[in-house]
Structures are given as structure tokens and as C-alpha cells.
């Protein structure tokens, strides 16, 4: 169980480049990483485009002023000048700026921690892993929703057999937000809707990507083999950006998986949906109910497992941090997400290669994964909804 108790000797001087006050994900992040006080330290930050705005809204985060900058690359500039200069990065900015903040900041020998998706193209992300590799350092990417004990209590449960031989995959990650039109949308909201800042994605790189990779986590052993992916624009001036999408996947063991992601399904607040089926039980998991899990055995009454129980398999329990009589919630799970990348970036920077072999964190390998996963969709629907191979 996590009690907040420091694993690093010392914090790391930790920056943020975007997620200021009118972005829709800083928040988690700085949720996450400052949940404990002991991985990361809040030293500096370019927080927003608009500098006033950002050097207003960092003052109110307690930054100090002379450690607020205009942009990353001043940013970059100016602390590699500190003998108390920022360490790591994180980027939560559009899409299209991801690539070259990484690609800049891995230069000046910073680690990075980075939004999803990763970048546009598997060209980009083996470039970046080559580089990261070079200079020894981490890249993270906050897959922000496997942080919680539960999705580990299910890969536990499918690694020793419980469910049987896995058969179905069964994946939603929906809600309504954005049913009507973008009229009125927020400025988080319109880059996310553009192909330019966005990528060649919406939907599938902005939620899809999440429910793929917690997929990945339980079922580390299956591999897709083809899959067939239909996307719609409901809103037409988002087209070529999908707002709606299906994704059927055949895996290595003959199992098959349905994906379905949505951001017009009106007046749903369901939110996320993981069901694993195999031949002798399932599991279901959804994140609105994140202290439960279902667990159904052929001919048996389901059964809810509740988090935090002694029942629970160690894999759930050592990421555990209210204990069961007190809910967790999202903010728990980047927790875990950031203290995962902190340690990471601790044993890198120690160069403990034995421990990094054997630790669990979301870095530059589930990124790339995230982009080859997205480009197999858009080239499946491109081409009519068709069945591609997977490689």
C-alpha cells in the first residue's frame, strides 16, 4: 500500500510546458504529480501561449516569477543556465507540438513527460526513442486511467488463469460533450476538432488511445493481428475527424475484441466500460465505479470485488492508497501514473538498468504502440472499413 513516503531521495525539479488555466488536462497532471510531495517539486512553467495569462496563472501555483516564461524554448534556455534547473518536463499542449517540444527538450538533456497521443507518426516516435536512448533519458505518457489498483487486479486475474483462455474483448469509452456543434466550443476544445493541430484523429487519439493501452495492461500476452476500424463525423465540419468510431480487432490466440469510442453520445456521462471474457469467467470494470469489479464465473452468483480487500491479488494492493473503506479515484491513478515515471526517471538517472527492466510505467514503448494502433484505424476507415493487417 502507498502512504506517501518518499521513494526517491529527493524530489525532481519538475516544469510543465502548457496546461495553464484554460487547458482541460493540467490540473491532473498537477494533481498527480504533487499528491505525495515526495517525487516532484514544481520549479518553473510556460504555462500558456497568451504569457500574461500563463505568468498570472503560474504566480497563483506559487511559481516563482523570474521562472515564468514566455515559451519552451526560453524555458529550455534559461534553466539549463540554474544550477537548480528544472530536471523534467511535462507537455500538455495540442497534438502538433508534441514532437518538436520532445524532440528539444530530450536535446537539452531533460526528461519529458508527455500527453497522449504521442505524435502523429511511428516515424516520429522511433526517432524520439532512438534519441531518448542516446542521452539516457525517460520519456512518459500519461495514460492517466491505469493508475487504478483495480485494472491491475484484472491483469493479475488473467495472468493466473482465472478468466481461462481469453475470447472476447469488449472496450467503450463514450460520452456526449460534444454532440452539438463547435460553435461555442472552448479553445481546448477547437484544436482538438482541427486536423492540423489535432493529427489525423479525434476521437480514437483523444479517448481511444486510453482504452487501448489499459487493454494492453491486462492482456500484455495478445497481440492484434488485423483489425477493421469505421469512423463517423456526426458533426460534418469536424470531418476528416471522427467524433464516433467502431474498431473490431482479431487477436493472436483467436480471441476478438470490439471497441467502441464516442464523443456524441448525447446525455451519456457513462464514461469509460472494460469487459474481459474467457472461457471460465469475466471480469468488467468501469471507471465510474472504479472501487468495484465484477466477477462472473460460469454457473456461479457474480461477485463484486471491492478495492483495498486482503482478497485482492498483491498486484492490486501495492498500488492501493485510501484502503477499502474509502473510495479512490481518478486523481489517485495519476498519482501512481507520476510516481511511476518518477521512478523511472530516479533509477535512469542512477543508472539502475535492473530495475527498469522489471518496472511498471507508461514510457516511450506504450507511446509508440498508442500512434501504430491509430495509424492501423485511420488507414482501415480511409479505405472503406476494411480489415488490415496489424504490424
Avoid at 343 to 364: C, M, S, V
Wanted: aromatic share 10%; proline share 4%.
Amino acid at each position: 500500500m502507498l502512504n506517501g513516503e518518499k521513494s526517491l531521495q529527493k524530489p525532481l525539479r519538475w516544469g510543465m510546458i502548457g496546461g495553464g488555466r484554460t487547458g482541460q488536462v493540467g490540473y491532473k497532471h498537477r494533481t498527480g504529480a504533487l499528491r505525495d510531495h515526495t517525487a516532484y517539486r514544481l520549479v518553473c512553467g510556460a504555462f500558456d501561449i497568451d504569457y500574461e495569462r500563463g505568468m498570472d496563472f503560474g504566480l497563483n501555483l506559487g511559481v516563482a516569477r523570474e521562472r515564468l516564461y514566455p515559451d519552451y524554448k526560453t524555458l529550455i534556455a534559461e534553466e539549463a543556465k540554474r544550477e537548480d534547473g528544472v530536471e523534467v518536463v511535462t507537455i500538455a499542449t495540442p497534438n502538433f507540438t508534441h514532437y518538436e517540444i520532445t524532440k528539444a527538450c530530450l536535446e537539452a538533456g531533460l526528461h519529458v513527460i508527455c500527453e497522449k497521443p504521442l505524435f502523429f507518426t511511428i516515424a516520429e516516435c522511433e526517432e524520439i526513442a532512438a534519441l531518448a536512448d542516446r542521452k539516457g533519458l525517460i520519456v512518459g505518457v500519461t495514460y492517466g486511467f491505469t493508475g487504478h489498483p483495480l485494472v491491475h487486479q484484472m491483469a493479475a486475474m488473467v495472468k493466473k488463469g482465472m478468466l481461462g483462455e481469453i475470447r472476447i474483448v469488449d472496450l467503450q469509452y463514450t460520452h456526449g460533450f460534444n454532440a452539438g456543434d463547435d460553435s461555442n466550443a472552448s479553445e481546448a476544445q477547437r484544436w482538438r476538432t482541427n486536423a492540423q493541430t489535432s493529427g489525423p484523429t479525434f476521437v480514437l487519439g483523444d479517448i481511444g488511445t486510453h482504452i487501448h493501452y489499459l487493454s494492453e495492461i491486462v492482456l500484455p500476452h495478445l497481440r492484434i493481428t488485423k483489425l477493421l476500424c469505421d469512423r463517423q463525423s456526426f458533426i460534418k465540419t469536424r470531418a476528416p475527424l471522427e467524433d464516433n468510431a467502431y474498431v473490431l480487432s482479431h487477436y493472436d490466440n483467436g480471441a476478438v475484441g470490439r471497441l467502441w469510442v464516442s464523443s456524441v453520445n448525447a446525455g451519456s456521462m457513462a464514461s469509460q466500460r472494460y469487459r474481459f471474457v474467457g472461457s471460465k469467467a469475466s471480469v468488467e470494470w468501469t471507471d465510474t465505479q472504479p472501487n468495484e469489479l465484477i466477477y462472473e464465473i460460469q454457473g456461479q452468483p457474480p461477485q463484486i470485488l471491492h478495492h483495498g480487500m486482503p482478497y485482492l491479488e498483491e498486484e492490486s494492493l501495492r498500488y492501493e492508497r485510501m484502503g477499502a473503506l474509502h473510495t479512490e479515484g481518478l486523481g489517485d491513478s495519476w498519482a501512481n501514473i507520476y510516481l511511476w515515471i518518477a521512478q523511472a526517471i530516479d533509477a535512469k538517472n542512477r543508472d539502475d538498468e535492473a530495475f527498469l527492466k522489471t518496472h511498471h510505467y507508461p514510457g516511450i514503448e506504450a507511446g509508440t504502440e498508442g500512434v501504430r494502433w491509430l495509424e492501423h484505424c485511420v488507414r482501415s476507415a480511409d479505405n472503406g472499413g476494411v480489415w488490415v493487417p496489424y504490424s
